[in-house]
């Protein structure tokens, strides 16, 4: 005898049929998602869409199109000109908006858009971009968007290098980044000596001679890596400086004093870069007092370090010996 037939239950009937329609319209969704933003890549005008909306979120899309442009497939929008055009007034509308970027939840997110959006002209290869970041770069009251737009402007003059272009007024954008050099804010200046490194020119290299001096490590070193990049060498003492900075003890789980470590790691591993430049750019080997620190290094504890030292270490011996006269 087989058991009487039940008619399912309501619960059955959900386990069985809604339970599953969920299920599938996440996955739907989460697939027309991640297709929506593959295709954002590829449509200029998606972005300008996006940005153009007055919704807290926008600031990822600036994000997204700042990331695009520095990846492999970039190379399209780097050159597009009204898309740089559409950008510039985004940012000049939303400066303009009266939108506080201050301090609160609506003046960080005008901030952070203002950034991002900074990010993304700067990856551009036209000249067109410079004209909002020199304006931001000279708004003394939003420092934290006038770093971004500092260094910003030395991606775009790299980008315009190697596109063999240049910037339409050289003198304006020397001028903006002279001025945040001077400016009250610590982070502002670190980022207008690093770019003052990468544009060179007799203003730029007075002013990084000046910073060598600066109260603040970054900016001193930011000024002796640009020096160096321009072949002066006034940044010796300076370099000499990050070199011989301590290795700190950096116990597992304290993550305060592994970030010092690390930021040890990545001032050494530049100043090293920046005494390859130098080299390079002289074709003279460094101090002896720089270069035993150098030697030195190459028994670092960290691996990057050791590397970066070695591979100085190995230049100024061939330097060396190319200076030195036969059978001397």
């Excluded at 303009?96 to 290869?125: D, I, K, N, V, W």
């Excluded at 430049?277 to 074709?283: P, Q, R």
């Excluded at 620190?293 to 504890?301: E, K, R, T």
Aim: aromatic share 4%; glycine share 10%; charged share 20%.
């Amino acid at each position: 005898m087989l058991p009487p037939v039940e008619p399912p239950s309501a619960a059955f009937l959900v386990q069985l049929f809604v339970v599953p329609a969920i299920i599938v319209s996440i996955i739907v969704f989460v697939w027309l998602a991640f297709h929506w933003l593959a295709q954002l890549g590829n449509d200029p005008e998606a972005y300008v869409r996006t940005l153009r909306r007055a919704n807290e979120g926008r600031w990822q899309a600036a994000l997204n199109l700042a990331n695009d442009l520095r990846g492999p497939g970039g190379g399209t929008l780097k050159n597009d000109t009204r898309l740089a055009g559409e950008l510039t007034s985004i940012l000049r509308d939303e400066v303009g908006s009266g939108r506080p970027r201050g301090g609160g939840h609506t003046g960080e997110q005008s901030r952070t858009l203002c950034g991002y959006l900074c990010r993304a002209l700067g990856e551009f290869a036209v000249p067109e971009a410079a004209d909002p970041l020199i304006e931001r770069a000279r708004d003394g009251d939003d420092p934290q968007t006038a770093r971004t737009a500092v260094e910003a402007l030395a991606v775009l003059s790299a980008n315009l290098a190697a596109a063999d272009r240049s910037f339409a007024d050289p003198a304006a954008v020397r001028s903006a980044v002279l001025q945040a050099a001077a400016a009250d804010d610590h982070g502002l200046r670190s980022a207008a000596a690093y770019t003052l490194g990468v544009l060179g020119g007799d203003a730029a290299l007075e002013r990084l001679e000046a910073l060598l001096e600066d109260a603040a490590e970054d900016v001193r070193f930011n000024a002796a890596v640009g020096l160096a990049r321009q072949g002066s060498d006034a940044s010796w003492d300076t370099l000499s400086e990050m070199l011989a900075l301590p290795d700190p003890p950096a116990p597992k789980g304290d993550e305060a004093a592994q970030a010092t470590r690390y930021r040890r790691v990545l001032i050494v591993v530049n100043a090293l870069k920046a005494i390859g430049l130098l080299m390079d750019e002289s074709a003279q080997a460094p101090p002896d007092g720089v270069a035993a620190l150098v030697a030195s290094l190459g028994q670092d504890a960290v691996g990057d370090v050791r590397a970066a030292a070695n591979a100085v270490a190995g230049k100024i011996s061939r330097l060396s010996s190319r200076s030195t006269p036969a059978g001397g």
